[in-house]
């Protein structure tokens, strides 16, 4: 990508029956924004016009018809599809959730062709998108598998006071406990350390893991899985220098604000984290998908059926997301700069041959002799 333009911002249009485009033509309101970035909706004119109209919102935007014909200054909307698609505001529908992949799908292509930066999603429904094509939980078990080229995703929810990320995510009550292992645990959180390096310029992050249990187990009156699993994966991560700490009981946790003194939370599972967030975090909460490759965020709320087409949606969370996308983008390169060209490495063994001193000189690729 070149260094001179601004950074290209994709944004996938979401369920088209939701407050997707609601939000996104209002974080777009204020053309101030676009000093910021180049954004590259990817969607349907027809139906942006549609959900535009229906609110009497005035955001405009240039409809192009591939990636590389966006330009700054301006609200680029990529035509992803040529089909009708009925749209029933507030209603869940199966053509809603084909229009989502559709958006989706093209954004994952382009991002593999290196035509955008980062990439921030609007809500999807789950029920309404699966299809052969989509058999996921989510966005995030998505977009690992599609361009995560092996490696592990972590959910971060986060605003500019709280980071929590999860060790299981769209998993059903039942399945939590046995999917809590001390392998699982680790894993998680070394994602989650990297990316708190990496991502948000920590140098050395402090990481409270909650407990399982209530009252953390109650030493083992309420279960043992702190005693069994998360202590030994505490005092593992702490020999691989990471600083994690706990298990907190979460209701403690969170109630006494004890997060305010952490870098991150590390939580068991999705609503134990996601509860107290979304509580504390208002409408200022991100989601962002950590340890892939791509730069995915996206707002903390979902479709929001029960409003969309009201105007009411408040888009705050959206423009966050973008926000966000762009400072953790700046920031892996400003974390993967100095290591791109390490200074020549020398190799002090010197070796007397009569009056001259030679020393062997290690650059990236080569070998060269010099005299002293």
Same mark, same amino acid.
């Given at each position: 990508?070149?260094?001179?333009?601004?950074?290209?911002?994709?944004?996938?249009?979401?369920?088209?029956?939701?407050? @997707?485009?609601?939000?996104? %033509?209002?974080? *777009?309101? =204020?053309?101030?924004?676009? /000093? $910021?970035?180049? &954004?590259?909706?990817?969607?349907?004119?027809?139906?942006?016009?549609?959900?535009?109209?229906?609110?009497?919102?005035?955001?405009?935007?240039?409809?192009?018809?591939?990636?590389?014909?966006?330009?700054? @200054?301006?609200?680029?909307? %990529?035509?992803? *599809?040529? =089909?009708?698609?009925?749209? /029933? $505001?507030?209603? &869940?529908?199966?053509?809603?959730?084909?229009?989502?992949?559709?958006?989706?799908?093209?954004?994952?292509?382009?991002?593999?062709?290196?035509?955008?930066?980062?990439?921030?999603?609007?809500?999807?429904?789950?029920?309404?998108?699966?299809?052969?094509? *989509?058999?996921?939980?989510?966005?995030? /078990?998505?977009?690992?598998?599609?361009?995560?080229?092996?490696?592990?995703?972590?959910?971060?929810?986060?605003?500019?006071?709280?980071?929590?990320?999860?060790?299981?995510?769209?998993?059903?009550?039942?399945?939590?406990?046995?999917?809590?292992?001390?392998?699982?645990?680790?894993?998680?959180?070394?994602?989650?350390?990297?990316?708190?390096?990496?991502?948000?310029?920590?140098?050395?992050?402090?990481?409270?893991?909650?407990?399982?249990?209530?009252?953390?187990?109650?030493?083992?009156?309420?279960?043992?899985?702190?005693?069994?699993?998360?202590?030994?994966?505490?005092?593992?991560?702490?020999?691989?220098?990471?600083?994690?700490?706990?298990?907190?009981?979460?209701?403690?946790?969170?109630?006494?604000?004890?997060?305010?003194?952490?870098?991150?939370?590390?939580?068991?599972?999705?609503?134990?984290?996601?509860?107290?967030?979304?509580?504390?975090?208002?409408?200022?909460?991100?989601?962002?998908?950590?340890?892939?490759?791509?730069?995915?965020?996206?707002?903390?709320?979902?479709?929001?059926?029960?409003?969309?087409?009201?105007?009411?949606?408040?888009?705050?969370?959206?423009?966050?997301?973008?926000?966000?996308?762009?400072?953790?983008?700046?920031?892996?390169?400003?974390?993967?700069?100095?290591?791109?060209?390490?200074?020549?490495?020398?190799?002090?063994?010197?070796?007397?041959?009569?009056?001259?001193?030679?020393?062997?000189?290690?650059?990236?690729?080569?070998?060269?002799?010099?005299?002293?």
């Amino acid at each position: 990508m070149e260094q001179d333009r601004k950074i290209r911002v994709a944004i996938t249009h979401g369920d088209t029956n939701g407050v @997707g485009y609601e939000v996104i %033509l209002k974080a *777009f309101a =204020d053309p101030a924004i676009l /000093e $910021l970035c180049t &954004p590259i909706i990817y969607g349907s004119p027809k139906i942006a016009s549609y959900h535009r109209k229906a609110l009497n919102l005035e955001t405009a935007f240039s409809i192009i018809s591939s990636a590389e014909e966006a330009r700054d @200054g301006r609200v680029n909307l %990529l035509t992803c *599809f040529d =089909d009708e698609i009925k749209v /029933e $505001l507030g209603q &869940p529908s199966l053509e809603a959730g084909r229009a989502a992949l559709i958006a989706l799908d093209k954004a994952m292509t382009d991002y593999r062709s290196g035509l955008y930066d980062v990439l921030v999603t609007a809500p999807i429904n789950k029920a309404t998108i699966q299809s052969p094509g *989509f058999q996921f939980p989510g966005h995030t /078990e998505y977009i690992e598998t599609s361009v995560g080229e092996g490696k592990k995703a972590i959910m971060i929810l986060m605003n500019e006071n709280l980071r929590v990320a999860l060790v299981t995510t769209h998993l059903p009550i039942r399945q939590v406990a046995q999917a809590i292992t001390k392998e699982a645990i680790i894993e998680k959180a070394a994602i989650f350390h990297q990316s708190l390096k990496r991502d948000f310029r920590i140098s050395n992050p402090r990481i409270a893991v909650l407990a399982l249990n209530p009252h953390a187990g109650d030493d083992g009156v309420l279960g043992t899985e702190e005693k069994d699993i998360i202590k030994p994966a505490i005092d593992e991560l702490a020999a691989q220098g990471i600083q994690a700490f706990g298990p907190y009981p979460a209701d403690g946790f969170f109630g006494a604000a004890t997060y305010e003194h952490f870098d991150g939370v590390l939580a068991m599972y999705h609503d134990q984290g996601l509860a107290p967030f979304k509580t504390i975090a208002n409408d200022t909460g991100v989601n962002y998908t950590a340890g892939l490759p791509i730069v995915r965020t996206s707002p903390d709320h979902g479709t929001a059926f029960d409003i969309a087409g009201q105007g009411k949606a408040d888009e705050n969370s959206m423009r966050q997301a973008i926000y966000t996308a762009i400072d953790i983008y700046r920031n892996r390169i400003n974390y993967d700069e100095p290591l791109q060209n390490p200074l020549p490495k020398l190799f002090h063994e010197k070796r007397e041959d009569g009056e001259k001193v030679r020393f062997a000189v290690f650059k990236p690729g080569k070998k060269t002799e010099q005299e002293s």
